[in-house]
């Protein structure tokens, strides 16, 4: 069994940062991918960023020089870092993990981006 556990949500001001963990555990025997998506309430889920195994990463324009993603093997986690943050920024951001050919999801991590 695949665990998926994000953190580091929270409440900011506009133009500040966060820095989101995702923690897998479990039955892990090859991660082929790690990225974040993100959903606001009646829209569907957007890709935010993105990091294979083989260590490039991906970012959804809306996002690009502002988003950050890394990953620590050791661990199995990979992080965002946001800076520069806007209120259009703020929705539940969820962790996915690919694991062989199967799609794996964290239950997301409000972040709110408010004066």
């Known amino acids: 069994q695949v665990q998926v556990v994000e953190s580091g949500g929270g409440l900011v001001q506009p133009g500040g940062s966060l820095r989101l963990s995702c923690a897998v555990s479990g039955s892990i025997f090859s991660i082929r991918a790690m990225g974040w998506y993100r959903q606001t309430p009646g829209k569907q889920r957007e890709y935010v960023a993105g990091?294979?195994?083989?260590?490039?990463?991906n970012y959804a324009d809306s996002v690009k020089g502002r988003f950050t993603i890394s990953r620590d093997n050791a661990k199995n986690t990979v992080y965002l870092q946001m800076n520069s943050l806007k209120p259009e920024d703020t929705a539940v951001y969820y962790c996915n993990v690919l694991l062989g050919t199967s799609n794996y999801w964290g239950q997301g991590t409000q972040v709110t981006v408010s004066s």
């Open positions: 990091m294979p195994s083989g260590g490039s990463t």
